[in-house]
Nanobody, 128 residues
C-alpha cells in the first residue's frame, strides 16, 4: 500500500521558519492530491493547505501569506513551507493523500474524509 513518511518538524521560536516534507511511496504520486492538516491538543484536526494533482493550491486563511504548499513529482514529495511561525501554529502536522483521475487535476480536497492515506504526524512547536 501507499505509505507517507513525514519529516521536518521541531521546536522553533516565534517568527522562525520550518519546512515539512512528506515522501510518498509507490509509482503514482503524480496522480495524488495532497494536503497538510494539523491538530493541537484539545482541538479538532483542521486543514492547513492542499494541492491538487495538477498543482493548484489552497491555504487556509489563518496561514495565508505565511505558509505555502508545493510538490515535486520527480521526488514523490509534498512540502509545507512555514514562515513567520506563531505559537498558535503549534500542533501535530499530518500529510494526507488521495488518488485522483480523469478531469480532477484541478480539484482541491478540503476534508479529512476525502483522504485515505495519512502520514504518521510530525510535531511543530513554536515558542514565544
Amino acid at each position: 500500500q501507499v505509505q507517507l513518511v513525514e519529516s521536518g518538524g521541531g521546536l522553533v521560536q516565534a517568527g522562525g521558519s520550518l519546512k515539512l516534507s512528506c515522501v510518498v511511496s509507490g509509482r503514482t504520486f503524480s496522480q495524488y492530491a495532497m494536503s497538510w492538516f494539523r491538530q493541537a491538543p484539545g482541538k479538532e484536526r483542521e486543514l492547513v493547505a492542499a494541492i491538487s494533482s495538477g498543482g493548484r493550491t489552497y491555504v487556509t486563511d489563518s496561514v495565508k501569506g505565511r505558509f505555502a504548499i508545493t510538490r515535486d513529482n520527480a521526488k514523490n514529495t509534498a512540502y509545507l513551507q512555514m514562515n513567520s511561525l506563531q505559537p498558535e501554529d503549534t500542533a501535530v502536522y499530518y500529510c494526507a493523500g488521495r488518488v485522483t483521475t480523469g478531469l480532477a487535476g484541478s480539484v482541491i480536497y478540503k476534508y479529512q474524509n476525502d483522504y485515505d492515506r495519512w502520514g504518521q504526524g510530525t510535531q511543530v512547536t513554536v515558542s514565544s
